[in-house]
Every structure is written in C-alpha cells, then in structure tokens.
C-alpha cells in the first residue's frame, strides 16, 4: 500500500511558477511508475506528465510539453512538477499518482494507476 500526499498549489498570475511535490509512503517509489494529472471544474481528468519505472524516460501531455518538467527522487521517496509560463488554461486540481511497474506504454492513462494523492489546487490568474 501506498500513500501519496499532494502539495505545492496555490495561486499564481499567468506566465509565473509553481512547484508541485508528491510524498510517499509506505512503500519505496523506486519500482512505481509517476504519474499528474489534473481535472478542471466540469471536465474530465487529464493526463500531464509521467515518469516511468525503469530507464527514466518522462512523457508529457502536448499542451505542458516544454513548461512541465516532472522528476522524482527515490531516495526520498518523492515526485516533483515543476510548472513554469503558467496559463490561464492551467487552472486545475493537480494529482499525482504511482503504479508498481506499470509500463510506459500506459503512464498517460488514468485508469491504470491505483494511487492517488488527494489532489492540490493550482490557480492562475490573466
């Protein structure tokens, strides 16, 4: 079992930074894939960006591809988003999630993750 705490949100003006973390515990993150994703009001859950388990490879949703950059640290048994030239459109509650091994070629896919954070609130104003 894994627990994953989200935090890092808040509100920024468009064009700023945020940097989002996931803690885990429970178990060691080393053999999880990562996974963000976000869900505005009234919309489905979206896919932002990924790290996989095994060769380090990272995948990214084609509207933050460029801004986003999600890392991990298993030592510490954490996940970072670093979000930066936010938009409006960036607007979301953010959740990070893991999978024990789950492949790559399914990390940009929600239903396949069995932890979730509970999910951290980023704003951006215009």
């Known amino acids: 079992q894994v627990q994953l705490v989200d935090s890092g949100g808040g509100l920024v003006q468009a064009g700023g930074s945020l940097r989002l973390s996931c803690a885990a515990s429970?178990?060691?993150?080393?053999?999880?894939?990562i996974g963000w994703f976000r869900q505005a009001p009234g919309k489905e859950r979206e896919f932002v960006a990924a790290?996989?388990?095994?060769?380090?490879?990272?995948y990214y949703g084609e509207s933050v591809k460029g801004r986003f950059t999600i890392s991990r640290d298993n030592v510490k048994n954490t996940a970072s988003l670093q979000m930066t030239n936010l938009k409006p459109e960036d607007t979301a509650v953010y959740y990070c999630?893991?999978?024990?091994?789950?492949?790559?070629?399914?990390?940009?896919?929600?239903?396949?993750?069995?932890?979730w954070g509970q999910g951290t609130q980023v704003t951006v104003s215009s």
């Open positions: 999630a893991a999978d024990f091994r789950l492949p790559d070629y399914k990390l940009a896919q929600k239903q396949w993750y069995d932890y």
């Open positions: 429970g178990r060691t993150l080393r053999n999880y894939a």
């Open positions: 790290a996989g388990w095994s060769g380090g490879r990272t």
